[in-house]
């Protein structure tokens, strides 16, 4: 699924990714509304990841929504 299917079909998914990630809040998810990069950024906060761990990790998790 691309970035662009899942900023539009945020909502839905919002629950998938509250349940892989759930250190974060419920407000990351709200305001990241499908954006990947702020999405990853929050993750490298979170859970102390390197840019590349978090932004493999948003990657994964959107193939894993086919």
Known sequence: MN???IAGNWKQ???KAQAKWGD???D???VA???SK???GKLQEQYGWQRDRAE???DEFGR???
């Open 24 to 26: 974060l809040t419920d």
């Open 13 to 15: 998914l919002k629950g």
């Open 3 to 5: 970035k662009d299917i």
């Open 33 to 35: 509304e499908g954006d």
């Open 28 to 30: 990351v998810f709200d």
């Open 38 to 40: 702020y999405l990853a």
């Open 56 to 58: 493999k990790e948003v």
């Open 64 to 66: 894993t929504l086919n």
